[in-house]
């Protein structure tokens, strides 16, 4: 695995990888990003890191791209312009409530979900 990280200063494509075996590693997870949002080409770019494999905190698929393709999800990847008591709300105005499990949410702070279904 080791081999995968180290920098060839001779690498051609720097940009999306550090070396052959790190960019055959970005080809596999590539791959598996384009197979789990198939039906969502839409946000294979908003997906796929502009930065080598290992090159910053994995993560690790463990239900997150199908939850991407649910009806009621949307990816905002724009910068969060303010904090509120209830959510973010991004640089152009989108409202989020954080990533969070909602029944547990709601449960351990009594939070009334009717307020986030009206935002």
Same mark, same amino acid.
């Not at 790190?22 to 930065?51: C, M, S, V």
């Given at each position: 695995?080791?081999? !995968?990280?180290?920098? /060839? ?10 070396? !052959? ?13 384009? /197979? ?5 080409? /839409? ?37 969060? !312009? ?38």
């Amino acid at each position: 695995m080791i081999e !995968a990280l180290r920098k /060839d200063p001779g690498w051609p494509h720097p940009q999306r990888a550090v070396n !052959a075996r790190n960019d055959g590693h970005r080809q596999f997870f590539t791959r598996y990003l384009e /197979d789990q949002l198939q039906d969502r080409p /839409d946000i294979h770019a908003k997906t796929l890191p502009d930065y080598p494999p290992f090159g910053k905190r994995i993560l690790l698929d463990n239900g997150w791209y199908a939850a991407l393709k649910r009806d009621h999800v949307t990816l905002v990847v724009e910068p969060v !312009a303010e904090v509120t008591e209830h959510g973010l709300v991004s640089e152009s105005g989108i409202y989020a409530m954080p990533f969070l499990n909602v029944e547990y949410w709601q449960m351990t702070r009594n939070v009334d979900l009717d307020y986030y279904t009206q935002c």
